[in-house]
C-alpha cells in the first residue's frame, strides 16, 4: 500500500521561506511523477508544481521563481523549497505521487500558513 506523509508546514511570516517534505513508502517513487498541490481556505485544491522522474519540473504561473521542486529516489521523497512565501501562499498542501499506469496517490495534507 502506498503512502505518502508531508512534513514541514508551519505558520511563517510573508518573505520568509520554507521546505516542505513528503516521504513515500510502499513503493519506490522512481519511475513515478511526483507533484504537490495545495487547497487554500474556502477553495478548490489547485497545482503548485510537478516532478518527472528525469528531474523536468512545471510550475504554476503563481510560483514560478519563488518554488522549487525537487525530488531524491535514495530516500524516497519529494520537496519543495518556498522562498518569498505570501499571504496567498496559505493552504493545506498535499503531494501527490502518479504510478506509469496512471493511478494517483495522495498525502493527508501538511498546513502553511503565511502572516503579513
Known amino acids: 500500500q502506498v503512502q505518502l ?14 521546505t516542505l517534505s513528503c516521504v513515500a513508502s510502499g513503493r519506490t517513487v522512481s519511475g513515478t511523477t511526483l ?8 477553495k478548490e ?3 503548485v508544481a510537478s516532478i518527472g522522474e528525469s528531474g523536468g519540473t512545471t510550475y504554476a504561473d503563481s510560483v ?7 525530488r531524491d529516489s535514495a530516500e ?14 496559505t493552504a493545506v498542501y498535499y503531494c501527490m505521487l502518479l504510478t506509469p499506469d496512471g493511478t494517483p496517490y495522495w498525502g493527508t495534507g501538511t ?4 502572516s503579513s
Do not use: C, H
Request: net charge neutral; no cysteine.
Open 45 to 47: 485544491r489547485e497545482f
Open 5 to 18: 506523509v508531508e512534513s514541514g508546514g508551519g505558520l511563517v511570516q510573508a518573505g520568509d521561506s520554507l
Open 111 to 114: 498546513l502553511v500558513t503565511v
Open 64 to 70: 514560478k521563481g519563488r518554488f522549487t521542486a525537487s
Open 76 to 89: 524516497n521523497t519529494l520537496y519543495l523549497q518556498m522562498n518569498s512565501l505570501k499571504p496567498e501562499d
Open 35 to 42: 507533484a504537490w498541490f495545495r487547497q487554500p481556505p474556502g
